[in-house]
Structure formats: structure tokens, C-alpha cells
């Protein structure tokens, strides 16, 4: 049985201290010797940040060091701490309020991937023995006029403390700081809190607004009157899906044999996302706002492009096989399909991306009106890339068959990737192949494009969600592809010939919600011609809007 002995709460909060600095943040440690000088001066630089973070960590934890408080706060600060620490030295991820929408908006099955042997004992000797050891520990508790003047001397110790490495260091610590932003994010548990607390107040913040329309105005332009027959527009969400790594794109490995052989094929190769984490781009790239202005609170309380479509008179429907839309399809059609748990494509939790196109094609042979259907793919996403494809579809190998991929050699772990991605180039093959084969029926058309890429451990970066600034290329640069039937090509106006020419331009998700506006001739105020991928290729059609 330990003995533990009594412990005034200045040690508690000292010690404390010290087991989150350097218990904590081995990852910022490690980044921070490869940003700071070499030698002596950076080494004193490292110091002085240590001590400067000390004191500011010993101060918040004094100034809450309450009984029934401290306790129940630090036990929550190690468990959350170990649960980060874990994923920021094992996959290289930041901790800002995207990632932290990731966790709070992921599933079952994402959460299963990224559980191992490992974590558990990351939870186990990081969280939970400290927290035991905390519990156990009495702590004194003078009263409270003592313990009031307490706090009084560790505050004015740690302020005097903070003011002095700081000034005695200010030019090295000023520059650090400015130039390395991540820094903030690196720093556990303090990443934790500010990024829970931007969650919550966004959420807060967002709750309390009304919620308002968008494209009122919305209808469809006279073009439609000469139109022959009804259309399907399928627009597929990919998941994790690089650029660099499409065979169709220039990728020196071949994983998109069946749609570089798909005729009329139009790939996009600068193109870019608005975030680098799908609970930030897939609301983004429907909500109208660029990237740049682009505001989590308003697209959550606004109608975004599936409304907007839909008050023009389409049908509008999402099939999911993930974590859900993101608000972006609340008020349109929803069908999980991975609930469908059919065996050909289901199975130990989890359904490959076939099982979108499951009744597709009699979808369109009962077509009785003009729909759009978004696919939301379970695509390439990590770490558990060899369960995202059937084994029988394994084109590369060997591959990772571990979550923990910093365990796994970089050839294995693009080997497992590029499976994902030559199974959907399977997928999407046999989605255009079945559009086609309906041409004659319905006018076809299909638009794929990613929510971002995927690190796969490039600067030491595994996964994605990295903060947009900082991010790599490779979580950035997606794939857009594009394919039309003939008839749909007459319909609506699409010149292939003069889209092919565009395949270098440069593009965004911002261009989506005012391309498929413009596409589907639907006429609102809210449409910029000048985001309209298909603008210049169709001029018979816009002179007349």
C-alpha cells in the first residue's frame, strides 16, 4: 500500500507541473531541437522556453487549486494529455478546434481503427497511474485566509518568473513564437483546453443564431425547357484522396488503370481544398463562402448548395458510407448505407465504397425526376488503409496491416494507400460504366473530388487535419475528376473539349457550389460566374443568364 505523504497544494501544483511538461510533450520537445539554433544558444533558448512554459503552467493551476476542484481537474488533464500525447508522437497531428470537431464528430468504426495495444498503455502510464498517484495523495488544505496568501506568493513568484526569462530572452523566444506557430498547438494540455474551448463556443455561438436561407431566389433558367429527358447528376465526396498519388494525374504508379481507360474522362490537376480535415471542407466546399472567408458558425446555421438545389426543383440525395455529412445534407435525403450491413460489401464493422452504388441502376431506370446524388466514400481513410478495400483487390504489396504506422516502413504504408486508391478507381469505373450504359435512358453525369489529402509520413506527418497554414501539399492538393454522357454534354450546355484544355488550371473547392449552380442552369444571386468551372466552356448558355 503506498504512503504518500501530506502535500501542501503548492507542491501538488508544482509537481503537476512538471509531469505535464515533460510528461506530456515529448513530441514538442522533439520539434523544438529541430527549430531552435544549434549548439549552445539553442539549447539555452529550449531552457528558457521550459521554464517560461513552468511558470505559466504552475500559475493557471494555482489559481485553480480549490478543494473538490484540483483534484477531479488535474485527473481530467492527464487521461485528455495521454490521449493526446499518443496520437501527436505516434501520427504527427495538431491539436486545434478542427481536429477537436474530428473527435467529437467521428463514428464507432473511426474510433476502432485508431485503438491498439499501444494507446492502452499510453492511457495506462500516462493517464491513469498518474491520476491513481494524484488521488491517493493527500493534500493539505490550510485555511482560507492562509491559503489565500499562498496563492498570492506562488502567483507573484510565477508572474515575476514569466516577466524574467522573458525579458532575459526576448529576442530569441519573440522570434520563435512568431515564426513557429505550431508551437501553441503542440503544447499539452493547453492545446486541449483552447481547442475544446473554441468547439464549445462555436457550437454556443452557432446555437444562438437564427437559422437563415441562402439562394432564396433559386430556380431553374428557361434551358431546362430543352432538356429531352430526365438527368442524374452523381457527385462523389472522396476521402483522404491525394493527387500526387493518381495514375491519372501523373503518378508515376499506375492506380487508376480503368479510368485512365474511361472515355471522356476529365481529370484536374491543381486543385486544391478548403481544409485539411472533412469536418472543415465537405461544409466548406457546399456553403458558398471561399476558403479564405470561410466561417464554420455561418455554414452551420445557413442553407448551403443541396437546399439551394433543391428549392430549384431537383431531388436531392446523400448516400453515406462515414461519419455523416457534416450538416451539410440535414435537410435534404440521407441514407447511411453502411447501416445496410450487406454481406457482398459489409463486414467487421465496416462497408467498402461499393456499397454506394448498391440499386444504382435501377434508380435510374424508375427515374422521375431531376436528381442529384452525392456519394460521401469512405475513400483512403487512415491509418487503417488495408481495410478499406476488398483483399482481393490488393494491387501493391506488402503492405501496413497496423494502425500503428509509424511501426510500419514508408513503402508499406503507400503500398496500403494506394490500394484505397486503386480500389476507387474501381468504384468510380463502375460508376461511370453503369451511367453510361443508361445514357440513352437518362442524361449522366459524374464530378469526384476529394475533401483533402493525406501525409503518409512526409516530414515526419502521418494522416491529415495538420492547421491549413502549416499543412503540407500533400493534405492539401486533391483530385477532380469529370465525367458527361453525350446527351448530358447537349443538355447542358458542356464542352468537354474546351474543359480538357483547363485540366492545368488552377482550382479550388471553392469552385464546386458555383460550378454545379451553373451546371445544373439553376439562376439564383448567390452564383459567381467567375467560380464557375464550367463557365467559359458553355457560352451559348451563359449569355443568356
Same mark, same amino acid.
Given at each position: 500500500?503506498?504512503?504518500?505523504?501530506?502535500?501542501?497544494?503548492?507542491?501538488?501544483?508544482?509537481?503537476?507541473?512538471?509531469?505535464?511538461?515533460?510528461?506530456?510533450?515529448?513530441?514538442?520537445?522533439?520539434?523544438?531541437?529541430? *527549430?531552435?539554433?544549434?549548439?549552445?544558444?539553442?539549447?539555452?533558448?529550449?531552457?528558457?522556453?521550459?521554464?517560461?512554459?513552468?511558470?505559466?503552467?504552475?500559475?493557471?493551476?494555482?489559481?485553480?487549486?480549490?478543494?473538490?476542484?484540483? #483534484?477531479?481537474?488535474?485527473?481530467? =488533464?492527464?487521461? %485528455?494529455?495521454?490521449?493526446?500525447?499518443?496520437?501527436?508522437?505516434?501520427?504527427?497531428?495538431?491539436?486545434?478546434?478542427?481536429?477537436?470537431?474530428?473527435?467529437?464528430?467521428?463514428?464507432?468504426?473511426?474510433?476502432?481503427? +485508431?485503438?491498439?495495444?499501444?494507446?492502452? =498503455?499510453?492511457?495506462?502510464?500516462?493517464?491513469?497511474?498518474?491520476?491513481?498517484?494524484?488521488?491517493?495523495?493527500? *493534500?493539505?488544505?490550510?485555511?482560507?485566509?492562509?491559503?489565500?496568501?499562498? #496563492?498570492?506568493?506562488?502567483?507573484?513568484?510565477?508572474?515575476?518568473? =514569466?516577466?524574467?526569462?522573458?525579458?532575459?530572452?526576448?529576442?530569441?523566444?519573440?522570434?520563435?513564437?512568431?515564426?513557429?506557430?505550431?508551437?501553441?498547438?503542440? +503544447?499539452?494540455?493547453?492545446?486541449?483546453?483552447?481547442?475544446?474551448?473554441?468547439?464549445?463556443?462555436?457550437?454556443?455561438?452557432?446555437?444562438?443564431?437564427?437559422?437563415?436561407?441562402?439562394?432564396?431566389?433559386?430556380?431553374?433558367?428557361?434551358?431546362?425547357?430543352?432538356?429531352?429527358?430526365?438527368?442524374?447528376?452523381?457527385?462523389?465526396?472522396?476521402?483522404?484522396?491525394?493527387?500526387?498519388?493518381?495514375?491519372?494525374?501523373?503518378?508515376?504508379?499506375?492506380?487508376?488503370?480503368?479510368?485512365?481507360?474511361?472515355?471522356?474522362?476529365?481529370?484536374?490537376?491543381?486543385?486544391? %481544398?478548403?481544409?485539411?480535415?472533412?469536418?472543415?471542407?465537405?461544409?466548406?466546399?457546399?456553403?458558398?463562402?471561399?476558403?479564405?472567408?470561410?466561417?464554420?458558425?455561418?455554414? #452551420?446555421?445557413?442553407?448551403?448548395?443541396?437546399?439551394?438545389?433543391?428549392?430549384?426543383?431537383?431531388?436531392?440525395?446523400?448516400?453515406?458510407?462515414?461519419?455523416?455529412?457534416?450538416?451539410?445534407?440535414?435537410?435534404?435525403?440521407?441514407?447511411?448505407?453502411?447501416?445496410?450491413?450487406?454481406?457482398?460489401?459489409?463486414?467487421?464493422?465496416?462497408?467498402?465504397?461499393?456499397?454506394?452504388?448498391?440499386?444504382?441502376?435501377?434508380?435510374?431506370?424508375?427515374?422521375?425526376?431531376?436528381?442529384?446524388?452525392?456519394?460521401?466514400?469512405?475513400? %483512403?481513410?487512415?491509418?487503417?488503409?488495408?481495410?478499406?478495400?476488398?483483399?482481393?483487390?490488393?494491387?501493391?504489396?506488402?503492405?501496413?496491416?497496423?494502425?500503428?504506422?509509424?511501426?510500419?516502413?514508408?513503402?508499406?504504408?503507400?503500398?496500403?494507400?494506394?490500394?484505397?486508391?486503386?480500389?476507387?478507381?474501381?468504384?468510380?469505373?463502375?460508376?461511370?460504366?453503369?451511367?453510361?450504359?443508361?445514357?440513352?435512358?437518362?442524361?449522366?453525369?459524374?464530378?469526384?473530388? %476529394?475533401?483533402?489529402?493525406?501525409?503518409?509520413?512526409?516530414?515526419?506527418?502521418?494522416?491529415?487535419?495538420?492547421?491549413?497554414?502549416?499543412?503540407?501539399?500533400?493534405? #492539401?492538393?486533391?483530385?477532380?475528376?469529370?465525367?458527361?454522357?453525350?446527351?448530358?454534354?447537349?443538355?447542358?450546355?458542356?464542352?468537354?473539349?474546351?474543359?480538357?484544355?483547363?485540366?492545368?488550371?488552377?482550382?479550388?473547392?471553392?469552385?464546386?457550389?458555383?460550378?454545379?449552380?451553373?451546371?445544373?442552369?439553376?439562376?439564383?444571386?448567390?452564383?459567381?460566374?467567375?467560380?464557375?468551372?464550367?463557365?467559359?466552356?458553355?457560352?451559348?448558355?451563359?449569355?443568356?443568364?
Amino acid at each position: 500500500m503506498l504512503n504518500i505523504k501530506p502535500l501542501r497544494t503548492e507542491w501538488v501544483t508544482l509537481l503537476a507541473s512538471l509531469y505535464l511538461l515533460i510528461g506530456l510533450n515529448v513530441f514538442l520537445w522533439e520539434h523544438l531541437e529541430q *527549430v531552435v539554433p544549434p549548439g549552445l544558444p539553442g539549447l539555452w533558448l529550449t531552457l528558457a522556453f521550459a521554464v517560461l512554459m513552468l511558470f505559466a503552467f504552475n500559475l493557471i493551476l494555482t489559481l485553480i487549486a480549490f478543494r473538490y476542484v484540483l #483534484k477531479p481537474l488535474l485527473v481530467l =488533464l492527464f487521461v %485528455s494529455g495521454a490521449a493526446v500525447a499518443y496520437f501527436m508522437n505516434r501520427y504527427g497531428v495538431l491539436i486545434d478546434a478542427g481536429m477537436f470537431a474530428n473527435i467529437a464528430e467521428t463514428n464507432v468504426a473511426e474510433v476502432r481503427d +485508431l485503438l491498439s495495444l499501444k494507446f492502452g =498503455l499510453y492511457m495506462l502510464g500516462l493517464g491513469v497511474l498518474p491520476s491513481v498517484l494524484l488521488w491517493r495523495a493527500p *493534500v493539505v488544505y490550510r485555511p482560507w485566509q492562509r491559503e489565500l496568501f499562498g #496563492k498570492l506568493v506562488v502567483t507573484a513568484a510565477c508572474v515575476v518568473g =514569466l516577466g524574467s526569462v522573458g525579458l532575459a530572452n526576448y529576442q530569441g523566444l519573440s522570434s520563435l513564437f512568431r515564426n513557429h506557430h505550431e508551437l501553441r498547438l503542440m +503544447l499539452t494540455p493547453s492545446n486541449i483546453v483552447g481547442a475544446s474551448m473554441a468547439y464549445v463556443s462555436e457550437r454556443v455561438v452557432t446555437s444562438a443564431r437564427p437559422f437563415a436561407h441562402y439562394g432564396e431566389d433559386a430556380a431553374r433558367t428557361p434551358d431546362w425547357q430543352h432538356h429531352q429527358r430526365k438527368s442524374l447528376t452523381v457527385l462523389v465526396v472522396g476521402e483522404s484522396a491525394r493527387a500526387d498519388h493518381f495514375g491519372v494525374l501523373g503518378y508515376n504508379r499506375d492506380t487508376t488503370p480503368r479510368l485512365a481507360a474511361e472515355q471522356g474522362l476529365l481529370a484536374f490537376s491543381d486543385v486544391h %481544398s478548403c481544409g485539411t480535415e472533412t469536418a472543415v471542407s465537405v461544409p466548406c466546399m457546399f456553403s458558398g463562402m471561399p476558403r479564405k472567408a470561410y466561417d464554420a458558425r455561418i455554414a #452551420k446555421n445557413r442553407e448551403g448548395l443541396l437546399d439551394i438545389l433543391k428549392r430549384a426543383g431537383l431531388d436531392v440525395q446523400w448516400r453515406d458510407n462515414q461519419s455523416g455529412c457534416k450538416g451539410t445534407c440535414d435537410r435534404v435525403q440521407f441514407i447511411n448505407m453502411s447501416k445496410l450491413k450487406d454481406p457482398q460489401f459489409c463486414g467487421e464493422g465496416e462497408c467498402h465504397d461499393e456499397i454506394l452504388l448498391q440499386g444504382l441502376g435501377e434508380l435510374i431506370d424508375h427515374l422521375d425526376k431531376d436528381t442529384v446524388l452525392v456519394l460521401h466514400q469512405m475513400g %483512403s481513410h487512415g491509418p487503417d488503409y488495408f481495410k478499406r478495400y476488398p483483399k482481393a483487390d490488393q494491387r501493391f504489396a506488402p503492405v501496413c496491416q497496423s494502425n500503428a504506422l509509424d511501426q510500419c516502413s514508408q513503402a508499406q504504408i503507400i503500398n496500403g494507400y494506394d490500394n484505397t486508391l486503386a480500389y476507387t478507381d474501381r468504384v468510380l469505373a463502375s460508376l461511370i460504366d453503369t451511367l453510361r450504359s443508361r445514357q440513352d435512358k437518362v442524361d449522366t453525369a459524374m464530378i469526384y473530388l %476529394s475533401d483533402h489529402g493525406e501525409s503518409l509520413g512526409e516530414y515526419n506527418l502521418f494522416l491529415h487535419g495538420t492547421p491549413y497554414a502549416i499543412a503540407p501539399e500533400q493534405q #492539401k492538393h486533391v483530385p477532380l475528376l469529370a465525367w458527361f454522357s453525350d446527351s448530358y454534354q447537349q443538355d447542358f450546355g458542356v464542352d468537354t473539349g474546351c474543359l480538357a484544355k483547363l485540366n492545368d488550371a488552377p482550382l479550388s473547392q471553392d469552385n464546386l457550389f458555383h460550378s454545379m449552380l451553373g451546371l445544373l442552369q439553376v439562376h439564383t444571386q448567390v452564383y459567381e460566374r467567375s467560380l464557375d468551372l464550367f463557365a467559359s466552356c458553355r457560352p451559348w448558355l451563359t449569355a443568356r443568364r
